[in-house]
């Protein structure tokens, strides 16, 4: 087998709402493969950051201001994206949120919202950048899916929601354009240390753990929170030759947690 299978030197890759988090990661491995690294954020200073903190790693990248739920911006960031840096070849609907609500007191306007971002925003971005994939004859779309693809749990419903839809969506896209030699993914990362989940892990005020750090723990067979740099490897694979048979598939990288029914109590 030829590693160079697994290279992305000559590729263009859009990851969305990489200024920080699993989509800075992710951006930061495809880099190492040799792809040329496109990202955006909501806001010229967040893109900044964003700049400097991939500066810091050696990387230039090109970053934009997009909001991913804008479909006419992110029309405009496409071409934009190929006229300034070339055709798209690999993208990452990473950009996400998540609302930690009760379902009955959740409001429809939030429901929509993480539906919005999570759900509506990666089929828009797809949308944009297919028909450029088939011109080019090949594409590499992954979609940053989760365990709440598979699980729901308290206070998620809208997360969840998307997320089983964003599962669907990635093996409707692999139905639809696996023929153009366009190959559609998801990674399901487990609980990851980043910003998203910092209130999860937040010390209580006698400093002891927060009960949830303590159950994810337990519940995780690897006995630890996955970090960011734990999905740059499975990313590379999925947006590398190295995986051209591979269509439809959810990646899960939990550490295990997927697979565990958990440890008998006492
Ligand atoms: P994060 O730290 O909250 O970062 C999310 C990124 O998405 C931020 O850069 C954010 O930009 C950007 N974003 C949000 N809404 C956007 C919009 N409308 N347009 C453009 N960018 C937008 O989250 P993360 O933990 O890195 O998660 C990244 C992805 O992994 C998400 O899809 C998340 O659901 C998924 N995931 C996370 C975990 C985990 O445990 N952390 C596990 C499974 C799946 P701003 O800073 O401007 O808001
Ligand atoms: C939560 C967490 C999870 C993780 C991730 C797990 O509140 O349960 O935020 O949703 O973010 O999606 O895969």
């Given amino acids: 087998?030829?590693?160079?299978?697994?290279?992305?030197?000559?590729?263009?890759?859009?990851?969305?709402?990489?200024?920080?988090?699993?989509?800075?990661?992710?951006?930061?491995?495809?880099?190492?493969?040799?792809?040329?690294?496109?990202?955006?954020?909501?806001?010229?200073?967040?893109?900044?950051?964003?700049?400097?903190?991939?500066?810091?790693?050696?990387?230039?990248?090109?970053?934009?201001?997009?909001?991913?739920?804008?479909?006419?911006?992110?029309?405009?960031?496409?071409?934009?994206?190929?006229?300034?840096?070339?055709?798209?070849?690999?993208?990452?609907?990473?950009?996400?949120?998540?609302?930690?609500?009760?379902?009955?007191?959740?409001?429809?306007?939030?429901?929509?919202?993480?539906?919005?971002?999570?759900?509506?925003?990666?089929?828009?971005?797809?949308?944009?950048?297919?028909?450029?994939?088939?011109?080019?004859?090949?594409?590499?779309?992954?979609?940053?899916?989760?365990?709440?693809?598979?699980?729901?749990r308290e206070t998620v419903s809208a997360y969840a929601a998307a997320k089983g839809g964003l599962k669907m969506l990635t093996r409707n896209i692999c139905s639809e354009y696996g023929e153009y030699n366009i190959q559609c993914n998801g990674i399901g990362p487990g609980y990851i240390a980043t910003p998203q989940t910092a209130p999860l892990r937040e010390r209580q005020p006698d400093g002891s753990r927060h009960p949830f750090d303590s159950f994810i723990v337990a519940k995780t067979p690897a006995a630890r929170w996955g970090e960011a740099e734990d999905l740059g490897g499975p990313a590379v694979f999925l947006a590398s030759d190295a995986s051209n048979f591979v269509n439809g598939h959810i990646l899960y990288v939990d550490g295990g947690i997927l697979a565990y029914i958990g440890k008998q109590p006492g």
């Fill in 1 to 152: 087998m030829d590693l160079k299978q697994f290279s992305l030197e000559g590729k263009v890759a859009l990851i969305t709402g990489a200024s920080y988090g699993i989509g800075f990661a992710i951006a930061c491995a495809m880099h190492e493969a040799g792809a040329a690294i496109v990202f955006n954020d909501i806001r010229q200073d967040l893109v900044d950051k964003g700049l400097a903190a991939y500066r810091e790693k050696g990387i230039e990248a090109h970053g934009y201001v997009c909001d991913v739920t804008d479909e006419d911006a992110v029309n405009a960031l496409v071409r934009k994206v190929e006229a300034e840096v070339g055709v798209i070849d690999i993208l990452v609907n990473n950009a996400g949120i998540i609302k930690r609500i009760p379902m009955t007191e959740m409001t429809a306007a939030q429901f929509r919202q993480v539906i919005d971002v999570d759900l509506n925003a990666p089929f828009i971005v797809a949308k944009a950048v297919i028909p450029s994939m088939i011109k080019k004859g090949h594409g590499k779309i992954i979609n940053i899916c989760s365990m709440m693809s598979e699980l729901g």
